[in-house]
């Protein structure tokens, strides 16, 4: 088998990581290894994300970029890949000329056909046909570097037609895969060393309804929370609308699924949530977030939120605020109005001026930052269990790993510790992350199998 090199330059959403993966994986299987350096890669693929303007322009500059290693390496095979090669198809040969490979959201599954037809003749293969399956969705992707988390993609498109949104024209209508290969996949995880699982999708809470057996997503957690390696499981995304109180439930009596809930609210005012065709109110989301929280107090909620929507005056905006300060969110990703072709919101009129979107996104940010701080500061003597990651960022002598609220831990600890769940008392929190001491627990399980924890003095 050949010996080459694969560079991959990801952006995006965790789809998008996980998409890349599974790419990986599919090369590995015709001779291609990955590597860090571009510049000593035989093939280089970047994936892309079409969700904001701004996300298009990285992956350009990032393309015109790395085709200059063609004019040293003229063999090497550059592809473009992704939400944004969906959208644009044969048109990015004109626009960057070298490119060899254009492939879409559906067609990651035909990679090493692509390629060895790109090797073959020389000629330009492009690959943006929608599929009424989901093979892509059953490749098999062990998670990097004997990774201790991974995600798993339980769906793929999306049907809501939110009117600011791309991914609905760009990754297809929603299909669930089968709960029997989500869960294989999930044990094969498992027996490489995988303890925590992310399932992925546009909306998780919509699972298996368009599937012929009786499967939602509560029944897949439940399945998933039997295999007994695996320690945590989270999800992402939620949508508000399909959030039942069944789901919301799972947080009280589901041990392995993860305090932790991220439910995009995307505006606090009713008039843009109905010009946004989201599907609740503000009430109703407010409604969700206090039952989540009556289940389960400890629970970490964040959320996306959108500023400068077409027609979101200064009160509207404000209705956000104030709704930010009702429910002190853990974190939010929060973003401008970016204008997408052919959706919705495109042909709305009242237009907000990039200035005072700005000026919103910056006030906005501000005031979450405050929120983070005082969520993260309640959380000092409180005892976390971390599953341990790796190094820290921050020292040498400091270990990292996620609290199962999804905040980063840092502590003092050596790498024996990688892979484990210790316990952490946090001393301090801070704006992006926690920090602790690691104490001396000893879980102890009673008859029935439920776990305790004891504390060594
Ligand atoms: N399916 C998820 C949902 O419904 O929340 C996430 C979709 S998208 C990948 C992630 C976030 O990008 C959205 O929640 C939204 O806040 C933001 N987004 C999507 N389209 C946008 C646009 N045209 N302009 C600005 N932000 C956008
Ligand atoms: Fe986009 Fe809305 Fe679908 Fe999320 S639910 S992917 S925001 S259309």
């Known amino acids: 088998m050949q010996n080459k090199r694969l560079y991959i330059e990801t952006f995006g959403c965790q789809m998008n990581v996980h998409d890349s993966e599974q790419m990986a994986v599919l090369l590995q299987s015709i001779g291609y290894h990955l590597t860090d350096d571009p510049a000593t890669a035989d093939l280089i693929l970047i994936n892309t994300c079409s969700i904001r303007e701004k996300a298009e322009q990285k992956a350009f500059s990032e393309l015109g970029r790395l085709m200059k290693l063609k004019e040293v ?65 059953n490749i098999f992707a062990p998670p990097p570097k004997r990774s201790l988390c991974a995600f798993v993609s339980i769906m793929q498109g999306c049907d809501n037609y939110c009117a600011y949104c791309v991914v609905p024209f760009l990754r297809g209508p929603e299909m669930s895969r089968i709960p029997e290969d989500i869960v294989h996949e999930v044990r094969e995880l498992a027996k490489l060393g995988v303890r925590e699982v992310t399932l992925l999708g546009q909306n998780v809470n919509s699972y298996g309804k368009k599937l012929s057996e009786a499967c939602n997503f509560v029944s897949l957690i439940e399945k998933i929370s039997g295999i007994k390696e695996i320690q945590r499981i989270r999800f992402t995304t939620s949508h508000p609308k ?34 946004m065709n989201r599907g609740y109110s503000s009430e109703e989301y407010l409604r969700k977030i206090d039952h989540l929280r009556a289940v389960c107090p400890q629970i970490s909620i964040t959320s996306d939120i959108i500023v400068g929507f077409p027609g979101e005056t200064v009160r509207d905006y404000q209705e956000t605020i104030d709704m930010m300060e009702k429910i002190r969110f853990d974190s939010v990703f929060s973003f401008k109005y970016s204008e997408r072709k052919g959706t919705a919101a495109q042909t709305l009129p009242d237009k907000v001026p990039e200035s005072e979107k700005r000026r919103r996104l910056k006030e906005l940010q501000a005031l979450q930052d405050r929120h983070t701080q005082e969520r993260n500061s309640v959380l000092e003597g409180s005892l976390q269990e971390v599953l341990v990651e790796g190094r820290s960022r921050n020292s040498e002598q400091d270990m990292m790993g996620r609290a199962r609220s999804w905040k980063i831990v840092n502590f003092k600890g050596g790498p024996e510790l990688i892979g484990e769940k210790v316990f952490v008392e946090i001393t301090r929190g801070y704006l992006h992350s926690l920090r602790g001491k690691r104490l001396i627990v000893k879980e102890v399980g009673d008859a029935a199998g439920d776990e305790g924890i004891g504390i060594d003095a």
Request: with cysteine.
């Open 73 to 137: 390496n003229p063999n090497l095979i550059v592809g473009f890949a992704g939400c944004l090669a969906q959208h644009l198809g044969r048109k990015v040969f004109a626009r960057v000329k070298g490119v060899d490979l254009v492939f879409g959201t559906h067609n990651i599954h035909r990679l090493p056909e692509m390629i060895a037809s790109v090797v073959k003749s020389r000629r330009k293969v492009t690959q943006i046909d929608f599929s009424s399956s989901i093979h892509s969705l």
């Open 242 to 275: 399909d959030l039942s109180d069944e789901l919301i439930d799972c947080f009280a009596h589901v041990p392995k699924l993860c305090e932790h809930i991220h439910l995009p609210v995307q505006s606090g005012s009713n008039r843009i949530l109905r010009l």
